[in-house]
């Protein structure tokens, strides 16, 4: 069973960008969906962004998307989020999230997942904190 590590959250103006790294402790990595969630102040935990295992596709929530890009570096285990443009709704504590391994090419190119039911491995979770 993998474990899954955030890091680089924290407290940043608004407009200003802030980048999540995930950590994962699992030789098949590179076989696994990976997500973005986060849970805002008495909110529901939501869907932010996914990524293929390969890399090659990748999904975003529209509250994010062009503001927010997924990323993996499959040869070192890490999970990234780059977020630009921030705002107060961004504050939330933010989850990784790994999805059962993938085995054909197809699903390796092409498998991005945005339900939090898909999902088996989560981490912790790590506080973004937009400011005004």
């Known amino acids: 069973q993998g474990r899954l590590v955030e890091s680089g959250g924290g407290l940043v103006q608004a407009g200003n960008s802030l980048t999540l790294s995930c950590k994962v402790s699992d030789r098949s990595f590179s076989s696994h969906p990976m997500g973005w969630f986060r849970q805002g102040p008495g909110k529901e935990r939501e869907f932010v962004a996914a990524i293929s295992p390969s890399g090659l596709r990748e999904i975003y929530s529209d509250s994010v998307k062009g503001r927010f890009t997924i990323s993996r570096e499959n040869i070192k285990n890490l999970l990234y989020l780059q977020m630009n443009n921030l705002n107060l709704e961004d504050t939330a504590v933010y989850f990784c999230?790994?999805?059962?391994?993938?085995?054909?090419?197809?699903?390796?190119?092409?498998?991005?997942?945005?339900?939090?039911?898909?999902?088996?491995?989560w981490g912790r979770g790590n506080q973004v904190t937009v400011s005004s």
């Open positions: 999230a790994a999805s059962r391994s993938m085995t054909t090419i197809t699903e390796l190119r092409n498998t991005a997942r945005k339900a939090p039911s898909e999902y088996e491995y």
